[in-house]
């Protein structure tokens, strides 16, 4: 920490992770004349257990928490002062003397699939392999199309990419929030409607992380927070909060505002990874009642699923 540093933002050392923690630092500099200065905000790249396990999926290696703990060590010890986060990476549950203080505007929810041009999930040939390393994508293929064929596919987005131009696979999806913010969007095949693929909780989100003791921090952080993504996260994640989800358990959620900003809408789903059982649910309400709404949606699915649900979801 230099003398002219007054800010240290953690993250991951993915090129997707470095631009997130770039587009806060930019942001922290367009609201505070005092972190304007070249120098003034400080990223740290930290690698974490997510991404040094490259042989096996998450769900197989200890499920979420796996891209944050690391960095959460280090705000703890003091060695940064802020952790920039992809919220879908991100537990229910936080450190003690850790707590989120900013939700950044999101990005676009959707999953982009790559694929031999022209193609769509609906047609892609029978038996084609998709590579995925999230068993929501994986359910919901296969909920869709039990013809085809998923593998595993880990590593950042380069490597994924790399992976399906080798032939290692014949198609894969990935975020399109991350494609976008490193300019390779246009390369997608298609991009799936949440009627198709119903997104990650938290997808296309950036959370920005604190100890709730840094006063000076939390408040440069929280100038960054934007109302009505932040509304939209905590719904999704009172949902999967409610359902007790980890990365062994294929959950999807997306809450979308009206245009007036005063109703939410809340969808959600949970299946077996093998595409024999899904249940879905729907919800509105005051936008000012996000967490409960997402809350009462995982109650309901966890209810509709019963136990012979979560008992067969254990056997995977």
């Known amino acids: 920490m230099t ?11 993915s090129p997707l992770a470095l631009i997130q923690a770039q587009e806060a630092r930019a942001r922290l500099a367009a609201a505070h004349d005092e972190l304007k200065p070249e120098g003034a905000v400080e990223i740290v790249a930290i690698k974490t257990t997510g991404d040094r396990i490259q042989d ?9 928490g796996l891209f944050t703990k690391e ?13 920039v986060h992809s919220m879908k990476d991100v537990p229910t549950w936080h450190q003690d003397g850790l707590g989120l203080a900013a939700i950044l505007p999101r990005e676009d929810v959707r999953d982009a699939l790559f694929c031999a041009p022209g193609e769509t999930l609906a047609s892609l040939p029978a038996g084609t392999v998709i590579g995925t390393a999230a068993l929501r994508r994986q359910a919901q293929v296969l ?32 975020a399109l929030a991350g494609l976008k913010r490193l300019g390779v969007a246009a390369q997608a095949a298609a991009v799936l409607s949440p009627e198709v693929m ?5 997808q296309g989100a950036i959370g920005i992380e604190t100890r709730l003791d840094d006063g000076t921090t939390r408040a440069w952080i ?18 999967l909060k409610a359902l007790d989800g980890s990365c062994r358990t294929p959950i999807a959620a997306l809450a979308e505002l009206s245009a007036d900003g005063e109703t939410l809408s ?34 309901t699915l966890r209810a509709a699923a019963g136990p012979a649900f979560f008992a067969a979801l254990a056997s995977f």
């Open 71 to 83: 960095i959460e060590d280090a705000l703890l010890a003091g060695r940064i002062d802020a952790a």
């Open 266 to 299: 809340l969808r959600a789903l949970i299946a077996l990874p093998d595409g024999t059982q899904a249940h879905r649910t729907s919800c509105q309400g005051a936008t000012e009642d996000a967490e409960r709404l997402g809350r009462e949606a995982g109650e």
């Open 56 to 64: 096996r999926t998450l769900a197989e290696a200890g499920g979420k």
């Open 222 to 239: 929280a100038a960054l927070d934007d109302p009505d993504s932040e509304r939209r996260v905590s719904a999704e994640r009172a949902c």
């Open 198 to 202: 119903l997104p990650a909780v938290a």
């Open 3 to 13: 003398s002219e540093t007054l800010l240290r933002l953690g993250t991951r050392g």
């Open 143 to 174: 909920l869709a199309r039990p013809d085809l064929k998923v593998v595993p596919l880990r590593g950042n987005v380069q490597t994924r990419l790399r992976k399906l131009a080798e032939g290692q696979v014949g198609a894969t999806m990935l």
